[in-house]
């Protein structure tokens, strides 16, 4: 994602400032941006180009702000073809973070302006730090903008653990300020809004279980299709955890009616980067249908020896009465940058609504 702030994105930004501005200098910003990017990571990127960038528009913010404002008009004029990615937007957006932190109102006045050329979720966060309450005021306007890009920026902006952004540690602890919000956008006509609202949700569960099943109830009373939509993807992590009252909440059974789950791993001996191959065999002992959640976790060897379990989702089904039902999965285990393998024994873990079911174990080999 890095190669996204490239020179191709350098040269629109410059573009499209120089068509607002006939006395910004192209060039010389051009060659000040792309010196050294190359062997920047991605967000070191966003700040190069933000530092690089200060002294090529207004001294004073508030002249910045309204020029910047402008972008929309000539950034998809100057690429009609849509050649440049949206993380060109990315440090413009951000500026406003870095530089215009001393003056909110013009601040969140840009970032509403120009949130949907590259989502504002990240710069909004120093002002909801700053200042919460006037942050607050707005998006209780926010809510009711005409552009789903706004409405998204209230439910994004204010996540608790946005995935890269700053971390809100006051709604860690108390999330309250962020519930009126969000039950003002879970009946959103836009699903892009919708899914932000569950993904915040789903925040708020890690830290909060309790206020999100609480939630969760209340909401679900005459609920739309939309909002059950948005109560099963917030509830995710808390599924994945069989939290019981959260499987009860979603109508899962908790006293499964079921024979002994049969488990075979195909391949007990694996290399990395080839696949776990395995089936399982449910059968119904029940006279009724049964609504069954099935995951399965991976306990896998850490580096001093011990596990440690990740769960990761299988599929859901409604097993009918007398039934038998059978899975196969192939599972990579392969390098990511977010795992570090081990050799040694692993062992798979069935899961069923939330139950530990069945296991088995394989050999990793490195």
Same mark, same amino acid.
């Given at each position: 994602?890095?190669?996204?702030?490239?020179?191709?994105?350098?040269?629109?930004?410059?573009?499209?400032? %120089?068509?607002?501005?006939?006395?910004?200098?192209?060039?010389?910003?051009?060659?000040?941006?792309?010196?050294?990017?190359?062997?920047?990571?991605?967000?070191?990127?966003?700040?190069?180009?933000?530092?690089?960038?200060?002294?090529?528009?207004?001294?004073?913010?508030?002249?910045?702000?309204?020029?910047?404002?402008?972008?929309?008009?000539?950034?998809?004029?100057?690429?009609?073809?849509?050649?440049?990615?949206?993380?060109?937007?990315?440090?413009?957006?951000?500026?406003?973070?870095?530089?215009?932190?001393?003056?909110?109102?013009?601040?969140?006045? /840009?970032?509403?302006?120009?949130?949907?050329?590259?989502?504002?979720?990240?710069? @909004?966060?120093?002002? @909801?730090?700053?200042?919460?309450?006037?942050?607050?005021?707005?998006?209780?306007?926010?809510?009711?903008?005409?552009?789903?890009?706004?409405?998204?920026?209230?439910?994004?902006?204010?996540?608790?653990?946005?995935?890269?952004?700053?971390?809100?540690?006051?709604?860690?602890?108390?999330?309250?300020?962020?519930?009126?919000?969000?039950?003002?956008?879970?009946?959103?006509?836009?699903?892009?809004?919708?899914?932000?609202?569950?993904?915040?949700?789903?925040?708020?569960?890690?830290?909060?279980?309790?206020?999100?099943?609480?939630?969760?109830?209340?909401?679900?009373?005459?609920?739309?299709?939309?909002?059950?939509?948005?109560?099963?993807?917030?509830?995710?992590?808390?599924?994945?955890?069989?939290?019981?009252?959260?499987?009860?909440?979603?109508?899962?059974?908790?006293?499964?009616?079921?024979?002994?789950?049969?488990?075979?791993?195909?391949?007990?001996?694996?290399?990395?980067?080839?696949?776990?191959?395995?089936?399982?065999?449910?059968?119904?002992?029940?006279?009724?249908?049964?609504?069954?959640? @099935?995951?399965?976790?991976?306990?896998?060897?850490?580096?001093? %020896?011990?596990?440690?379990?990740?769960?990761?989702?299988?599929?859901?089904?409604? /097993?009918?009465?007398?039934?038998?039902?059978?899975?196969?999965?192939?599972?990579?285990?392969?390098?990511?940058?977010?795992?570090?393998?081990?050799? %040694?024994?692993?062992?798979?873990? @069935?899961?069923?609504?939330?139950?530990?079911?069945?296991?088995?174990?394989?050999?990793?080999?490195?």
């Amino acid at each position: 994602m890095k190669n996204q702030l490239s020179n191709v994105a350098v040269e629109h930004i410059a573009l499209c400032l %120089g068509e607002l501005d006939k006395d910004f200098k192209h060039s010389e910003f051009c060659k000040l941006a792309l010196l050294g990017l190359d062997k920047l990571e991605l967000k070191q990127r966003v700040s190069h180009i933000i530092r690089i960038l200060h002294p090529f528009l207004p001294a004073d913010f508030a002249h910045a702000a309204d020029l910047l404002k402008q972008l929309p008009a000539v950034w998809q004029k100057l690429d009609p073809n849509k050649q440049v990615s949206s993380f060109a937007a990315w440090p413009v957006i951000d500026y406003a973070s870095v530089y215009g932190l001393s003056y909110p109102q013009q601040s969140l006045d /840009l970032l509403s302006s120009l949130t949907h050329l590259f989502s504002a979720e990240f710069a @909004i966060r120093p002002f @909801i730090i700053e200042y919460p309450d006037y942050c607050h005021s707005q998006f209780r306007m926010w809510v009711q903008d005409e552009s789903e890009h706004i409405r998204r920026l209230v439910s994004e902006g204010t996540r608790p653990r946005l995935p890269w952004g700053l971390q809100l540690k006051r709604y860690t602890v108390d999330p309250s300020a962020n519930i009126p919000l969000l039950t003002a956008l879970k009946d959103d006509s836009s699903l892009y809004v919708r899914r932000s609202v569950a993904n915040h949700l789903n925040d708020i569960s890690k830290d909060n279980p309790d206020v999100l099943l609480t939630i969760c109830q209340s909401w679900q009373v005459d609920a739309s299709q939309d909002v059950h939509w948005i109560i099963k993807h917030a509830t995710r992590s808390l599924v994945k955890a069989g939290h019981p009252e959260v499987l009860s909440l979603l109508g899962y059974e908790q006293q499964l009616l079921l024979a002994p789950v049969g488990l075979n791993i195909i391949n007990s001996q694996i290399r990395l980067g080839h696949y776990l191959e395995f089936d399982l065999e449910l059968s119904s002992t029940s006279s009724e249908s049964q609504k069954l959640v @099935i995951d399965f976790a991976i306990h896998f060897v850490k580096a001093n %020896g011990q596990q440690k379990a990740k769960v990761f989702k299988l599929k859901s089904i409604q /097993l009918a009465a007398k039934q038998t039902c059978n899975i196969q999965k192939r599972h990579a285990i392969k390098a990511i940058t977010t795992r570090q393998y081990y050799a %040694g024994t692993h062992r798979l873990e @069935i899961l069923i609504n939330g139950q530990a079911l069945a296991s088995q174990e394989f050999e990793l080999r490195i």
